[in-house]
Protein backbone atom coordinates (compact mmCIF):
# COMPACT_ATOMS: atom_id res chain seq x y z
CA UNK A 1 0.00 0.00 0.00
CA UNK A 2 2.36 2.85 -0.95
CA UNK A 3 4.03 2.56 2.19
CA UNK A 4 8.00 3.12 1.93
CA UNK A 5 9.38 6.19 4.46
CA UNK A 6 8.43 8.88 2.12
CA UNK A 7 5.00 10.28 4.03
CA UNK A 8 1.90 9.83 2.07
CA UNK A 9 0.63 13.01 1.10
CA UNK A 10 -2.91 13.95 2.53
CA UNK A 11 -5.20 12.99 -0.65
CA UNK A 12 -2.97 9.68 -0.42
CA UNK A 13 -3.44 9.45 3.43
CA UNK A 14 -7.47 9.91 2.36
CA UNK A 15 -7.69 7.60 -0.71
CA UNK A 16 -5.87 4.79 1.44
CA UNK A 17 -8.62 4.73 3.96
CA UNK A 18 -11.22 4.96 1.61
CA UNK A 19 -9.90 1.97 -0.31
CA UNK A 20 -10.64 0.07 2.90
CA UNK A 21 -13.66 0.68 2.64
CA UNK A 22 -14.17 -0.06 -0.72
CA UNK A 23 -12.26 -3.80 0.03
CA UNK A 24 -15.19 -4.47 2.28
CA UNK A 25 -17.89 -3.44 -0.03
CA UNK A 26 -16.28 -5.38 -2.78
CA UNK A 27 -17.14 -2.24 -5.10
CA UNK A 28 -16.68 -2.55 -9.30
CA UNK A 29 -13.64 -0.67 -9.80
CA UNK A 30 -15.06 1.20 -12.22
CA UNK A 31 -16.97 2.31 -9.77
CA UNK A 32 -14.94 3.15 -7.00
CA UNK A 33 -12.05 5.38 -9.45
CA UNK A 34 -15.25 7.41 -10.34
CA UNK A 35 -15.99 7.88 -6.03
CA UNK A 36 -12.19 8.97 -5.72
CA UNK A 37 -11.22 10.66 -8.75
CA UNK A 38 -11.90 14.77 -7.99
CA UNK A 39 -13.96 16.48 -10.60
CA UNK A 40 -11.85 19.43 -10.80
CA UNK A 41 -9.72 21.80 -9.69
CA UNK A 42 -9.07 25.23 -10.71
CA UNK A 43 -6.20 27.29 -9.23
CA UNK A 44 -6.08 31.21 -9.80
CA UNK A 45 -3.21 33.84 -9.43
CA UNK A 46 -4.45 37.43 -9.02
CA UNK A 47 -2.67 40.44 -8.43
CA UNK A 48 -4.14 43.09 -5.75
CA UNK A 49 -2.22 46.37 -5.22
CA UNK A 50 -1.10 46.39 -1.20
CA UNK A 51 0.09 49.83 -0.31
CA UNK A 52 0.82 50.77 -3.85
CA UNK A 53 2.91 47.76 -4.57
CA UNK A 54 1.23 44.79 -6.59
CA UNK A 55 1.08 41.48 -4.76
CA UNK A 56 -0.06 38.38 -6.93
CA UNK A 57 -1.91 35.61 -4.60
CA UNK A 58 -2.75 32.22 -5.59
CA UNK A 59 -5.92 30.34 -4.53
CA UNK A 60 -7.84 26.84 -5.50
CA UNK A 61 -11.41 25.44 -5.73
CA UNK A 62 -12.18 21.97 -5.93
CA UNK A 63 -14.76 20.48 -6.42
CA UNK A 64 -14.74 16.88 -5.67
CA UNK A 65 -18.16 15.60 -6.69
CA UNK A 66 -21.28 16.99 -8.45
CA UNK A 67 -23.39 14.10 -7.98
CA UNK A 68 -25.25 16.16 -5.98
CA UNK A 69 -25.28 20.17 -6.31
CA UNK A 70 -24.01 22.15 -5.16
CA UNK A 71 -20.82 21.11 -4.11
CA UNK A 72 -20.58 22.24 -0.97
CA UNK A 73 -16.90 23.12 1.22
CA UNK A 74 -14.82 25.83 3.11
CA UNK A 75 -12.54 28.00 1.99
CA UNK A 76 -9.11 28.53 3.98
CA UNK A 77 -6.91 31.91 4.48
CA UNK A 78 -3.38 30.42 5.21
CA UNK A 79 -0.14 30.24 4.81
CA UNK A 80 0.67 26.86 3.93
CA UNK A 81 -2.27 25.33 1.15
CA UNK A 82 -1.43 23.72 -1.71
CA UNK A 83 -3.60 21.86 -4.74
CA UNK A 84 -3.75 18.45 -2.93
CA UNK A 85 -4.38 19.83 0.50
CA UNK A 86 -7.39 21.44 -1.21
CA UNK A 87 -8.37 18.68 -2.99
CA UNK A 88 -7.88 16.04 0.24
CA UNK A 89 -10.19 18.19 1.86
CA UNK A 90 -12.80 18.50 -0.56
CA UNK A 91 -12.83 14.52 -0.93
CA UNK A 92 -13.51 14.46 2.77
CA UNK A 93 -16.44 16.97 1.98
CA UNK A 94 -17.97 14.66 -0.02
CA UNK A 95 -17.98 11.75 2.32
CA UNK A 96 -18.86 14.17 5.18
CA UNK A 97 -21.99 15.13 3.45
CA UNK A 98 -23.38 11.80 2.89
CA UNK A 99 -22.20 10.63 6.48
CA UNK A 100 -24.71 13.18 7.87
CA UNK A 101 -27.61 13.27 4.72
CA UNK A 102 -26.70 16.56 3.66
CA UNK A 103 -27.73 16.48 -0.21
CA UNK A 104 -24.58 18.26 -1.23
CA UNK A 105 -21.38 17.22 -3.63
CA UNK A 106 -18.21 18.24 -2.05
CA UNK A 107 -15.74 20.92 -2.45
CA UNK A 108 -13.05 23.17 -0.57
CA UNK A 109 -11.00 26.37 -1.75
CA UNK A 110 -7.60 27.62 -0.65
CA UNK A 111 -5.69 30.94 -0.38
CA UNK A 112 -2.61 30.99 0.23
CA UNK A 113 -1.68 34.31 2.35
CA UNK A 114 -1.19 34.90 6.08
CA UNK A 115 -4.73 36.49 7.17
CA UNK A 116 -2.86 38.63 10.14
CA UNK A 117 -0.19 39.78 7.99
CA UNK A 118 -2.99 42.20 6.12
CA UNK A 119 -4.97 44.72 7.29
CA UNK A 120 -9.11 44.56 7.13
CA UNK A 121 -9.49 46.61 4.36
CA UNK A 122 -6.64 44.74 2.13
CA UNK A 123 -7.93 41.50 2.94
CA UNK A 124 -11.59 43.02 2.17
CA UNK A 125 -10.14 43.74 -1.54
CA UNK A 126 -8.48 40.30 -2.20
CA UNK A 127 -11.13 38.46 -0.64
CA UNK A 128 -13.88 40.16 -3.07
CA UNK A 129 -11.29 39.73 -6.45
CA UNK A 130 -10.73 35.81 -5.27
CA UNK A 131 -14.28 35.76 -4.97
CA UNK A 132 -15.23 37.32 -8.58
CA UNK A 133 -13.00 35.28 -10.35
CA UNK A 134 -14.45 31.88 -8.61
CA UNK A 135 -18.21 33.32 -9.60
CA UNK A 136 -16.53 34.04 -12.85
CA UNK A 137 -15.32 30.93 -13.40
CA UNK A 138 -18.34 28.99 -12.35
CA UNK A 139 -16.97 27.98 -8.96
CA UNK A 140 -19.48 29.70 -7.08
CA UNK A 141 -23.24 29.96 -6.83
CA UNK A 142 -26.04 28.89 -5.17
CA UNK A 143 -26.59 26.08 -6.77
CA UNK A 144 -23.36 24.47 -7.96
CA UNK A 145 -20.53 25.51 -5.55
CA UNK A 146 -21.00 26.96 -2.19
CA UNK A 147 -17.86 28.01 0.27
CA UNK A 148 -18.28 28.51 3.82
CA UNK A 149 -15.65 29.46 6.60
CA UNK A 150 -12.51 27.44 7.57
CA UNK A 151 -9.27 28.23 9.02
CA UNK A 152 -8.83 31.70 8.73
CA UNK A 153 -11.91 32.60 7.68
CA UNK A 154 -15.00 33.58 9.11
CA UNK A 155 -18.49 35.70 8.71
CA UNK A 156 -16.82 38.76 7.89
CA UNK A 157 -15.00 37.32 5.01
CA UNK A 158 -18.65 35.15 3.84
CA UNK A 159 -20.48 38.53 4.01
CA UNK A 160 -18.17 39.87 1.52
CA UNK A 161 -18.25 36.94 -0.67
CA UNK A 162 -22.12 36.85 -0.70
CA UNK A 163 -21.69 40.71 -1.33
CA UNK A 164 -19.63 40.13 -4.44
CA UNK A 165 -21.90 37.57 -5.75
CA UNK A 166 -24.95 39.92 -5.24
CA UNK A 167 -23.36 43.37 -7.46
CA UNK A 168 -22.23 40.38 -10.56
CA UNK A 169 -25.98 38.51 -9.87
CA UNK A 170 -28.23 40.94 -8.77
CA UNK A 171 -31.15 39.27 -10.92
CA UNK A 172 -30.46 36.28 -9.02
CA UNK A 173 -33.46 36.10 -6.11
CA UNK A 174 -31.29 33.58 -3.94
CA UNK A 175 -27.99 35.58 -4.16
CA UNK A 176 -27.59 34.47 -0.45
CA UNK A 177 -27.42 30.84 -0.55
CA UNK A 178 -24.10 31.43 -2.12
CA UNK A 179 -22.34 31.11 0.48
CA UNK A 180 -22.82 29.96 4.12
CA UNK A 181 -21.37 31.42 7.77
CA UNK A 182 -22.60 34.82 7.15
CA UNK A 183 -23.43 37.38 9.82
CA UNK A 184 -27.34 36.75 10.94
CA UNK A 185 -27.95 40.06 9.78
CA UNK A 186 -27.26 39.54 6.15
CA UNK A 187 -28.58 35.86 6.01
CA UNK A 188 -26.60 33.94 8.05
CA UNK A 189 -28.20 31.55 10.79
CA UNK A 190 -28.27 31.79 14.11
CA UNK A 191 -25.78 28.57 16.00
CA UNK A 192 -23.64 28.44 12.36
CA UNK A 193 -20.19 30.54 13.93
CA UNK A 194 -20.40 27.40 17.07
CA UNK A 195 -21.27 24.42 14.68
CA UNK A 196 -18.80 22.57 14.16
CA UNK A 197 -17.69 22.47 17.52
CA UNK A 198 -21.01 21.84 19.14
CA UNK A 199 -21.37 18.95 16.74
CA UNK A 200 -18.18 17.45 17.83
CA UNK A 201 -19.61 17.36 21.54
CA UNK A 202 -22.86 15.96 20.16
CA UNK A 203 -20.64 13.13 18.80
CA UNK A 204 -19.01 12.65 21.88
CA UNK A 205 -22.11 12.11 23.96
CA UNK A 206 -23.83 10.29 21.38
CA UNK A 207 -20.97 7.66 22.10
CA UNK A 208 -20.81 7.85 25.74
CA UNK A 209 -24.79 6.62 25.04
CA UNK A 210 -23.61 3.42 23.88
CA UNK A 211 -22.43 1.53 27.02
CA UNK A 212 -21.06 -1.05 24.48
CA UNK A 213 -18.51 0.97 22.68
CA UNK A 214 -17.40 3.39 26.06
CA UNK A 215 -16.40 0.00 27.32
CA UNK A 216 -14.90 -0.85 24.18
CA UNK A 217 -12.72 1.72 24.26
CA UNK A 218 -11.11 0.99 28.07
CA UNK A 219 -13.05 4.19 29.28
CA UNK A 220 -15.38 4.23 32.68
CA UNK A 221 -19.28 4.98 31.93
CA UNK A 222 -19.96 9.10 31.64
CA UNK A 223 -18.60 11.91 30.27
CA UNK A 224 -18.47 13.85 33.52
CA UNK A 225 -14.98 13.97 35.21
CA UNK A 226 -13.14 12.70 31.69
CA UNK A 227 -9.79 14.07 31.53
CA UNK A 228 -9.42 15.83 27.95
CA UNK A 229 -6.28 17.07 26.26
CA UNK A 230 -7.57 19.41 23.50
CA UNK A 231 -5.25 20.77 20.32
CA UNK A 232 -6.27 24.55 18.92
CA UNK A 233 -8.57 26.70 20.41
CA UNK A 234 -9.96 27.73 17.03
CA UNK A 235 -13.58 28.34 16.08
CA UNK A 236 -14.12 24.42 16.65
CA UNK A 237 -11.83 23.97 18.86
CA UNK A 238 -13.12 26.94 21.41
CA UNK A 239 -16.75 25.86 21.22
CA UNK A 240 -16.44 22.27 21.41
CA UNK A 241 -13.73 22.78 25.32
CA UNK A 242 -16.03 25.67 26.15
CA UNK A 243 -19.57 23.10 26.36
CA UNK A 244 -17.14 19.92 27.59
CA UNK A 245 -15.99 22.63 30.19
CA UNK A 246 -19.49 23.89 31.06
CA UNK A 247 -22.40 21.38 30.17
CA UNK A 248 -20.49 18.10 30.66
CA UNK A 249 -18.27 18.51 33.55
CA UNK A 250 -15.66 17.06 32.03
CA UNK A 251 -12.21 18.50 32.82
CA UNK A 252 -9.73 20.04 29.94
CA UNK A 253 -6.80 19.55 31.51
CA UNK A 254 -4.08 20.23 28.52
CA UNK A 255 -4.63 22.90 25.82
CA UNK A 256 -2.18 22.60 22.70
CA UNK A 257 -1.81 26.29 20.98
CA UNK A 258 0.47 26.71 17.99
CA UNK A 259 3.10 28.29 20.48
CA UNK A 260 3.18 25.71 23.27
CA UNK A 261 0.98 23.67 25.84
CA UNK A 262 -0.80 24.55 28.90
CA UNK A 263 -1.48 21.79 31.38
CA UNK A 264 -3.09 21.65 34.73
CA UNK A 265 -4.37 18.90 35.78
CA UNK A 266 -7.90 20.25 37.74
CA UNK A 267 -9.03 21.52 34.46
CA UNK A 268 -8.66 24.55 32.90
CA UNK A 269 -11.47 27.40 32.42
CA UNK A 270 -11.94 27.85 28.70
CA UNK A 271 -13.60 31.19 28.72
CA UNK A 272 -10.35 32.49 30.87
CA UNK A 273 -7.72 31.25 28.59
CA UNK A 274 -9.70 32.32 25.35
CA UNK A 275 -9.61 35.67 27.16
CA UNK A 276 -6.14 35.27 27.85
CA UNK A 277 -4.92 34.35 23.93
CA UNK A 278 -7.48 37.70 22.59
CA UNK A 279 -5.51 40.04 25.02
CA UNK A 280 -2.10 38.33 24.93
CA UNK A 281 -2.08 36.34 21.39
CA UNK A 282 -0.72 33.82 23.00
CA UNK A 283 -1.05 31.16 25.83
CA UNK A 284 1.91 31.87 27.07
CA UNK A 285 1.60 33.94 30.62
CA UNK A 286 -1.82 32.63 31.43
CA UNK A 287 -1.64 32.18 35.10
CA UNK A 288 -3.65 29.01 36.16
CA UNK A 289 -1.48 26.11 34.23
CA UNK A 290 1.83 25.54 33.77
CA UNK A 291 3.15 26.25 30.10
CA UNK A 292 6.01 24.01 27.97
CA UNK A 293 6.86 25.41 24.71
CA UNK A 294 7.14 22.06 23.54
CA UNK A 295 3.54 21.74 22.07
CA UNK A 296 3.73 18.39 20.16
CA UNK A 297 4.18 16.61 23.60
CA UNK A 298 1.17 18.30 24.65
CA UNK A 299 -0.55 15.49 22.22
CA UNK A 300 1.31 12.67 24.14
CA UNK A 301 -0.16 13.32 27.65
CA UNK A 302 -1.86 10.85 29.20
CA UNK A 303 -5.79 11.48 29.12
CA UNK A 304 -9.29 9.60 28.16
CA UNK A 305 -10.06 11.74 24.97
CA UNK A 306 -7.82 13.69 23.29
CA UNK A 307 -9.42 15.92 20.91
CA UNK A 308 -7.15 17.40 17.61
CA UNK A 309 -9.00 20.36 16.36
CA UNK A 310 -6.05 21.98 14.62
CA UNK A 311 -4.99 21.26 11.30
CA UNK A 312 -4.05 17.97 9.42
CA UNK A 313 -1.34 15.10 9.59
CA UNK A 314 -0.72 16.08 13.63
CA UNK A 315 -0.79 12.21 14.71
CA UNK A 316 1.53 10.46 11.94
CA UNK A 317 4.02 7.91 12.32
CA UNK A 318 6.45 9.08 14.32
CA UNK A 319 4.13 9.86 17.66
CA UNK A 320 1.70 7.61 16.78
CA UNK A 321 3.16 4.86 19.41
CA UNK A 322 3.44 7.42 22.11
CA UNK A 323 0.05 8.68 22.15
CA UNK A 324 -1.35 7.41 25.53
CA UNK A 325 -5.46 8.46 25.45
CA UNK A 326 -7.96 6.02 25.00
CA UNK A 327 -10.52 7.82 22.38
CA UNK A 328 -9.66 10.25 19.63
CA UNK A 329 -12.09 12.56 18.51
CA UNK A 330 -11.18 14.10 14.72
CA UNK A 331 -12.27 17.80 15.56
CA UNK A 332 -10.23 19.14 12.76
CA UNK A 333 -9.60 17.57 9.44
CA UNK A 334 -7.48 14.57 8.55
CA UNK A 335 -5.16 15.24 11.89
CA UNK A 336 -4.70 11.44 11.62
CA UNK A 337 -2.83 10.13 8.82
CA UNK A 338 -3.29 6.88 7.26
CA UNK A 339 0.24 5.01 8.43
CA UNK A 340 -0.81 6.65 12.25
CA UNK A 341 -4.32 5.11 11.96
CA UNK A 342 -2.82 1.91 11.36
CA UNK A 343 -0.48 2.21 14.32
CA UNK A 344 -3.43 3.48 17.08
CA UNK A 345 -5.68 0.49 15.37
CA UNK A 346 -3.46 -1.85 16.20
CA UNK A 347 -2.87 -0.58 19.54
CA UNK A 348 -6.74 -0.64 19.86
CA UNK A 349 -7.15 3.17 20.24
CA UNK A 350 -10.95 4.21 19.29
CA UNK A 351 -11.30 7.05 16.88
CA UNK A 352 -14.14 8.80 16.26
CA UNK A 353 -13.62 9.94 12.61
CA UNK A 354 -13.56 14.16 11.15
CA UNK A 355 -15.42 13.08 8.35
CA UNK A 356 -19.12 12.54 11.07
CA UNK A 357 -16.98 14.29 14.14
CA UNK A 358 -16.87 17.94 12.24
CA UNK A 359 -19.96 17.70 9.99
CA UNK A 360 -21.82 19.61 12.12
CA UNK A 361 -20.25 22.54 10.25
CA UNK A 362 -21.62 21.44 7.32
CA UNK A 363 -25.43 20.40 8.58
CA UNK A 364 -25.54 23.84 9.70
CA UNK A 365 -24.38 25.20 6.47
CA UNK A 366 -27.29 23.78 5.02
CA UNK A 367 -29.55 24.55 7.00
CA UNK A 368 -28.51 28.50 6.38
CA UNK A 369 -29.25 27.52 3.09
CA UNK A 370 -32.31 26.20 3.13
CA UNK A 371 -33.31 29.38 5.03
CA UNK A 372 -31.70 31.38 2.24
CA UNK A 373 -33.64 29.57 -0.30
CA UNK A 374 -37.09 29.78 1.66
CA UNK A 375 -36.27 33.56 2.53
CA UNK A 376 -37.77 32.97 5.61
CA UNK A 377 -36.26 32.88 9.24
CA UNK A 378 -36.47 28.93 11.11
CA UNK A 379 -39.62 29.27 13.64
CA UNK A 380 -41.22 32.18 12.25
CA UNK A 381 -44.50 31.09 11.20
CA UNK A 382 -44.88 28.53 13.95
CA UNK A 383 -43.58 30.08 17.25
CA UNK A 384 -46.58 31.67 18.61
CA UNK A 385 -48.76 29.18 17.58
CA UNK A 386 -46.57 27.18 19.38
CA UNK A 387 -46.70 29.30 22.19
CA UNK A 388 -50.49 29.58 22.11
CA UNK A 389 -50.65 25.74 22.18
CA UNK A 390 -48.84 24.87 25.04
CA UNK A 391 -51.01 27.54 27.32
CA UNK A 392 -53.81 25.97 25.98
CA UNK A 393 -52.65 22.53 27.16
CA UNK A 394 -51.83 24.34 30.47
CA UNK A 395 -55.16 25.70 31.25
CA UNK A 396 -57.07 22.29 29.87
CA UNK A 397 -54.30 20.40 32.57
CA UNK A 398 -55.55 22.48 35.04
CA UNK A 399 -59.29 22.46 34.65
CA UNK A 400 -59.41 18.81 34.75
CA UNK A 401 -56.95 18.12 37.59
CA UNK A 402 -57.74 21.44 39.38
CA UNK A 403 -54.05 22.07 40.46
CA UNK A 404 -51.60 24.60 39.32
CA UNK A 405 -49.16 23.74 37.10
CA UNK A 406 -44.78 24.03 38.56
CA UNK A 407 -43.28 26.64 37.32
CA UNK A 408 -41.08 24.61 34.94
CA UNK A 409 -43.94 23.30 33.18
CA UNK A 410 -45.23 26.53 32.59
CA UNK A 411 -41.58 27.29 30.68
CA UNK A 412 -41.18 24.09 29.18
CA UNK A 413 -44.56 23.67 27.84
CA UNK A 414 -45.69 27.31 27.03
CA UNK A 415 -42.63 27.93 25.17
CA UNK A 416 -42.15 27.31 21.24
CA UNK A 417 -39.05 26.98 19.48
CA UNK A 418 -36.85 30.07 17.82
CA UNK A 419 -34.81 29.52 15.48
CA UNK A 420 -31.64 28.68 17.23
CA UNK A 421 -33.49 26.13 18.96
CA UNK A 422 -34.74 24.05 15.76
CA UNK A 423 -30.61 24.73 14.52
CA UNK A 424 -29.23 22.54 17.70
CA UNK A 425 -32.17 20.46 18.14
CA UNK A 426 -31.80 19.82 13.75
CA UNK A 427 -27.97 19.22 14.70
CA UNK A 428 -28.21 16.96 17.42
CA UNK A 429 -30.52 14.72 15.84
CA UNK A 430 -28.30 14.69 12.60
CA UNK A 431 -25.11 13.64 14.72
CA UNK A 432 -27.10 10.93 16.93
CA UNK A 433 -28.86 9.47 13.85
CA UNK A 434 -25.16 9.08 11.84
CA UNK A 435 -23.43 7.80 14.28
CA UNK A 436 -26.64 4.89 14.97
CA UNK A 437 -25.97 4.66 11.09
CA UNK A 438 -22.12 3.74 11.75
CA UNK A 439 -23.01 1.73 14.30
CA UNK A 440 -24.78 -0.47 12.42
CA UNK A 441 -22.47 -0.81 10.31
CA UNK A 442 -19.87 -2.19 12.85
CA UNK A 443 -22.39 -4.14 14.22
CA UNK A 444 -23.59 -5.78 11.55
CA UNK A 445 -20.17 -6.24 9.38
CA UNK A 446 -17.35 -8.30 10.83
CA UNK A 447 -14.86 -7.11 8.21
CA UNK A 448 -15.58 -3.34 10.17
CA UNK A 449 -13.88 -3.20 13.32
CA UNK A 450 -13.11 0.40 13.52
CA UNK A 451 -15.54 3.60 13.38
CA UNK A 452 -13.50 5.49 10.39
CA UNK A 453 -13.86 2.56 7.98
CA UNK A 454 -17.66 2.31 9.11
CA UNK A 455 -17.83 6.16 8.40
CA UNK A 456 -16.50 5.20 4.79
CA UNK A 457 -19.17 2.33 4.10
CA UNK A 458 -21.68 4.54 5.31
CA UNK A 459 -20.55 7.31 2.81
CA UNK A 460 -19.62 5.25 0.04
CA UNK A 461 -23.07 3.23 -0.15
CA UNK A 462 -24.89 6.30 -0.45
CA UNK A 463 -22.82 7.75 -3.03
CA UNK A 464 -23.27 4.18 -4.92
CA UNK A 465 -26.61 4.71 -4.71
CA UNK A 466 -26.72 7.78 -6.41
CA UNK A 467 -24.34 6.19 -9.28
CA UNK A 468 -26.28 3.61 -9.98
CA UNK A 469 -29.73 5.62 -9.46
CA UNK A 470 -28.41 8.20 -12.20
CA UNK A 471 -25.85 5.85 -14.06
CA UNK A 472 -22.90 7.65 -15.66
CA UNK A 473 -22.85 9.43 -18.86
N1 LIG B 1 -15.25 24.27 6.50
C1 LIG B 1 -16.21 23.44 7.18
C2 LIG B 1 -15.83 21.98 7.04
O1 LIG B 1 -14.70 21.64 6.80
C3 LIG B 1 -17.63 23.78 6.80
C4 LIG B 1 -18.02 23.49 5.39
C5 LIG B 1 -19.40 24.03 5.02
O2 LIG B 1 -20.13 24.46 5.88
O3 LIG B 1 -19.67 24.04 3.82
O4 LIG B 1 -16.63 21.12 7.23
Not at 174 to 195: F, L, S
Not at 269 to 274: L, S, Y
Request: net charge negative; aromatic share 8%; hydrophobic share 40%.
Amino acid sequence: MGQDNKSLSFSESVNFMVDRALTVLEIDEGISAAIKACNSTIKINFPVEINGKIEVFTGWRSTHSSHRLPSKGGIRFAPIVNEDEVEALAALMTYKCAIVDVPFGGSKGGLLIDPYQYTRDDLQRITRRFARELIRKGFLSPATNVPAPDMGTGEREMAWIADTYKHLHPEDINYAACVTGKPVAHGGIRGRTEATGRGVVYAIREFFRHADDVKAAGLTPGLGGKRIVMQGLGNVGYYAAKLLDEEDESKIIAIVERDGVLVNDEGLCIENVRNHINEHKTIKGFPDATFSEDGASGLEIECDILIPAAMEAQITKENAERIKTKLIVEAANGPVTFEADNILRQRDITILPDAYVNAGGVTVSYFEWVRNLAHIRFGRMERQHDEMRGTQMLQALEAMTGKQPEEWMKKELASGADELDLVRSGLDDTMRGSYQQLKEVLDSNEKVDDFRTASYVVAIQKIVRSYIDIGVY
